[in-house]
């Protein structure tokens, strides 16, 4: 059972290009969500998703967009990298609130660097 | 909004001794998560807290939760090295997408 798999682990990014972050889940959780952590912080909440076809924002949208297109994939889009966004990323998922009281799986996270 | 505040933000100590880590919150929750990060890894589920009065052990770890003060503390009896990581609390927002508001974590150094 992989979990949460995200990819790339590591990415370098020059100022005004764009890329998506990968996350897949397999664990047939409907909640799932993206998260970035700047160096020696908590966890912000970037966006998340409470099954296929519904995201929200979270605390720190901007800059980012999201899709849930099927129940296991939750990518994360930045347009136009900024240095700000120079941080790591972690997508998690969940059971809904009601079905368990099990906390969110973490995948392993991705160091993303723009220059 | 929710906020969550941990303290201390670093903490050193010897091993052998005990010490404890606060978590408090602004805003009314029933569940309260403790994780555990290692450097440049993932997060790790240490405790999941469910209501008022809550505690939880696991090993040198003791997690409680007391609701009406907003508060929950992770306790550590008497520390080894492989206890040093940091650890964040974080809380359920109680909305439908079952957010988590972290704390800023508590880098936790266990010398010999």
């Known amino acids: 059972n992989a979990g949460v798999t995200q990819t790339p682990k590591f990415r370098i990014l020059k100022i005004g290009q764009s890329m998506t972050l990968q996350c897949t889940q397999d664990m047939n959780h409907n909640y799932m969500y993206w998260y970035r952590q700047d160096p020696g912080m908590g966890l912000k909440l970037i966006y998340y998703s409470v099954g296929a076809g519904i995201t929200d924002k979270g605390e720190v949208p901007n800059g980012y967009n999201v899709s849930r297109s099927t129940t296991e994939d939750f990518p994360l889009r930045l347009e136009l990298a900024a240095p700000s966004q120079t941080s790591v990323y972690f997508c998690a998922s969940s059971y809904t609130r009601i079905e368990s009281l099990r906390p969110q799986h973490f995948g392993d996270g991705t160091r993303l660097s723009i220059l | 909004e929710l906020k969550v505040e941990q303290n201390p933000l670093f903490l050193s100590m010897q091993e052998g001794k005990n010490y404890t880590i606060y978590c408090n919150y602004s805003t009314t929750s029933d569940r309260l998560y403790w994780y555990r990060q290692d450097p440049g890894k993932s997060l790790e589920s240490l405790f999941v807290l469910l209501s008022n009065g809550a505690v939880k052990q696991e090993g040198r770890l003791m997690a409680s939760l007391d609701t009406k003060a907003r508060l929950s503390t992770l306790h550590i009896t008497a520390a080894v090295h492989d206890l040093s990581a940091t650890y964040f609390c974080?809380?359920?927002?109680?909305?439908?997408?079952?957010?988590?508001?972290f704390g800023g974590g508590t880098r936790l150094m266990v010398k010999p």
């Open positions: 974080a809380v359920d927002s109680r909305n439908a997408g079952n957010m988590l508001t």
